[in-house]
């Protein structure tokens, strides 16, 4: 695979004439598109079927971890987090580790609070463009207010 280089306006080119031409553009059509060599989103994409079917079965991975649930007074909640840890050698490696660890552990736990409200600033930032989503918004406001207070 190639550096990735293409340009956002070239990726917004390629997405518009693909939902004009279809009504919307879905992933398939998008990869269909980039398969041309001559594509300017070619480079985009890892080409090696190897390599590619090994990234493709990590994503896999992470979504597996991801919907392993435990039991939380009563309500069902993600068992693990993803988190940054730094090893005693000081390499810095990223993965899942149980929610209780993450909560117990000052560094990790601030990771955790902060990919929340990432999470939820991008929602925040995507209903704010409607009008009938403006409780949500504040709703969304408030709750990262109280995320940004809570000691970490």
């Known amino acids: 695979m190639k550096a990735k280089t293409t340009s956002d306006t070239e990726v917004t080119k390629v997405v518009l004439r693909v939902q004009e031409r279809d ?5 398939a059509a ?7 060599p001559a594509s300017p989103i070619h480079d985009l994409f890892d080409w090696d079927d190897t390599s590619a079917a090994h990234r493709w079965r990590e994503y896999q991975a992470r979504v597996i971890i991801g919907q392993v649930r435990i039991e939380v007074n009563g309500s069902r909640a993600p068992a693990h987090v ?45 209903l704010a463009a409607f009008n009938q989503a403006a409780q949500a918004v504040t709703a969304i406001d408030q709750a990262m207010i109280a995320l940004a207070d809570e000691e970490v």
């Not at 009504?23 to 992933?27: A, E, F, K, L, N």
């Open 30 to 36: 998008f990869v269909a598109e980039a398969a041309d």
């Open 82 to 126: 993803h988190v940054t840890v730094t090893r005693g050698d000081g390499q810095r490696k990223q993965g899942y580790v149980p929610l209780e660890t993450a909560l117990g552990d000052d560094e990790l736990r601030a990771q955790v609070f902060a990919e929340a409200r990432a999470g939820l600033g991008g929602w925040r930032n995507r």
């Open 23 to 27: 009504g919307v553009c879905t992933p």
